[in-house]
Every structure is written in structure tokens, then in C-alpha cells.
């Protein structure tokens, strides 16, 4: 058999063209895109499981327009402002932080509330009140020119893409996640925001409502003197009406399953293989309040409803945040023009 040498100016002339077309994401990395945010993702640096704040302090951040224009949507109450933005991959997982200006916290979205001056233990739920919110999209690399841009998503077609593929949601909730130290995860097509897969029991939050009885599903054990937002299932007995109530007595609208952060089989869920452990800072005069939240996930999950960052040099982003979100009354969020997330800087 004739063997064929090759010269080895060819040879690296090869090697370079064949690195040169790693796959840069839909679009690249955003070099043709001159008006466009990049935010550099971190190698070196190792974010915290537990706390935002924690090796945080070196890495570079981007600050992120939200609320500019009725094209991306303005909360009135969180207005136009700057989200600090960084991000970091470590050990083939990807990290992003997020903080923004909000004046009040939102933890008792839903919630059950005794409404009788006279029969004790009647409950109402106060579906307008809500919860704060923030969203984090992703191509899904299959979503044409409308990319991550949710100013045709989220105005347009009320959170369906428009560009014949999918992104990927990551969506943590001041109520319902926060608690459990999670995101959720969705996946947008052209005709609906559908919830990743979830195996059976891996309920990050269950409503605490019975439907038929018309009253809480749950209290805590301790009874009427739990006045806390968060209502963890490990901590529940069955609803009482007798327990004491008192006239505008409150109980979480939602049983919080804190057991599956650390479960060993989270990630076989797509829905829960999103962290997001979060902090709201009201040190100070509530101007300058916060939330900051860390969200995390693997590089590549292995699900199809999951976007693989793994091979990617970059990919488009956008952010949202809303504030006091009710499910009777949906609110309007502040948005931000897409920006260039560079994984492989």
C-alpha cells in the first residue's frame, strides 16, 4: 500500500483551520455584532454551592441595561436600572450571577389568609399577591436570527419563540424556588413555554390547597405561631381549622421540598438541574436593597430539553427581572437586549 506523507506546513496549516472552526454557537460570538454586551465567562475562580458571595470577589462583571424600553418591557416598580452580571465556569459547570435593585422582597406570593373576624380557621387564598422573579434565556442553536431576543418572544407572542427553535429558560422564583435553593427550566417552542421533564415526586413546591375542602392543605407543626413565608413539607401536619386562627392569620401558599437540592438523582430531573441559591440584602435605606442570585448547571446535561453549552464558544443570552408577580395578576417585567455570554474566552 502506498503511503502518503504529509508536509508539515500543511499539516499545521490544517490543525489551525480545523481549531479555527470550533463551533462559536448560532452566530458566533457576537464580533459582528457591535452593539452587543459580551460577558467573559471566568475559569479560574470558585463560586460557593451556599453563598453568593463567595468567590465572587476577582471576577469581571458586565452591567446589563434592564427597563430601557417598552420593546423589552418596564416594571413600574423596578423601572430602568443596571443588573451586575458574572459569570464562571468551573469543573464543567456553568455559573452566573445576577444582582439587581429592589426595594421590597416578595416572599409570601399565594399565601393563605384567615378572613373571618368570627369563625376561626376560614382561609382565602390572596392570589394577587405574587413574588419577584428573574429569567435567564439561552439559544437553543436552533432558533435562527431571533436568537435569545425576547423582545419578539416575550412582547410579541407572550413567551413563544418566533425564530423556528427553541431556547432554553432558566427561572428562579423569590416564592416557590428560592426555598429550595433551585431554578426551573423551561423549553420554548414556537407554540408554548413548556416546563422541563420532571420524574415523579421531584416537586420543588407543591400548592397548599385543597381544591374540594376549600382550605389549607398544610400547617406547620408548631401551628398558628408559624409566621414565616417558607413552609418546608419536612416541617407540616395536616390543615386544623381549629388551631387557634386568628383574624388575618396567614399560612404559605406553597409546601417547600427542600430534600431535593441534595439529592443524588436531581439531575436525572431536567426541570431541577438548575441551582439557584439567592440573598436579599435590605442593609441600608431600601434604595440601595438587593436581590443577588447564583444560578448553576452543567455545561451539558444530556437532556434534550437542555441547551449543551459544552461545545460552544459562546452563546446569546437575555435577562428579565420582575417583581411582586401574582398568578391572578401578571405583572410586566423589565427586559434587556441580548448579549454575547463567551464560554470559551
Not at 45 to 70: C, E, M
Not at 155 to 184: C, I, M, Q, R, Y
Amino acid at each position: 500500500m502506498k503511503k502518503f506523507a504529509i508536509p508539515l506546513l500543511a499539516l499545521l496549516i490544517a490543525l489551525f483551520i480545523a481549531c479555527s472552526d470550533d463551533d462559536g454557537g448560532t452566530g458566533g460570538d457576537g464580533d459582528g455584532d457591535t452593539e452587543a454586551l459580551r460577558l467573559e465567562v471566568d475559569m479560574l475562580a470558585q463560586p460557593s454551592a451556599t453563598d453568593v458571595n463567595v468567590g465572587w470577589a476577582g471576577v469581571d462583571s458586565v452591567l446589563v441595561d434592564i427597563g430601557a424600553t417598552t420593546a423589552y418591557g418596564i416594571n413600574p416598580n423596578l423601572g430602568r436600572q443596571n443588573v451586575i452580571l458574572k459569570a464562571v465556569v468551573r469543573d464543567d459547570i456553568l455559573y452566573i450571577r445576577a444582582k439587581w435593585h429592589d426595594a421590597t422582597a416578595n416572599l409570601w406570593a399565594n399565601y393563605l389568609r384567615d378572613v373571618d373576624s368570627v369563625t376561626t380557621g376560614n382561609f382565602e387564598q390572596a392570589t394577587t399577591t405574587g413574588e419577584d422573579k428573574f429569567l435567564i434565556i439561552f439559544d437553543g442553536q436552533n432558533n435562527g436570527t431571533e436568537r435569545a431576543d425576547c423582545a419578539s418572544m416575550c412582547h410579541v407572542t407572550s413567551h413563544h419563540t418566533t425564530g423556528g427553535g427553541n431556547v432554553d429558560a432558566w427561572k428562579w422564583l423569590s416564592t416557590k424556588t428560592a426555598p429550595g435553593f433551585l431554578a426551573e427550566d423551561e423549553w420554548w417552542d414556537g407554540s408554548d413555554r413548556t416546563l422541563d421533564d420532571i420524574q415523579v415526586n421531584t416537586y420543588v413546591y407543591r400548592e397548599n390547597w385543597d381544591g374540594f375542602g376549600h382550605q389549607p392543605e398544610w400547617m406547620h407543626e408548631t401551628g398558628s405561631d408559624y409566621q414565616e413565608p417558607y413552609l418546608y413539607l419536612e416541617d407540616v401536619v395536616d390543615y386544623n381549622p381549629l388551631a387557634n386562627w386568628e383574624y388575618n392569620s396567614r399560612i404559605p401558599g406553597y409546601g417547600i421540598d427542600s430534600t431535593i437540592f441534595s439529592s443524588a438523582t436531581r439531575n436525572e430531573s431536567s426541570r431541577w438541574n438548575v441551582t439557584g441559591i439567592s440573598e436579599f440584602d435590605s442593609t441600608g435605606a431600601s434604595s440601595a436593597w438587593t436581590w443577588t442570585v447564583v444560578f448553576s448547571r452543567a455545561l451539558n446535561t444530556g437532556h434534550a430539553d437542555d441547551v449543551n453549552l459544552a461545545d460552544l464558544d459562546s452563546v446569546q443570552i437575555a435577562i428579565a427581572a420582575t417583581h411582586n408577580d401574582a398568578e391572578a395578576t401578571t405583572t410586566s417585567h423589565s427586559g434587556a437586549t441580548p448579549l454575547w455570554l463567551i464560554l470559551k474566552p
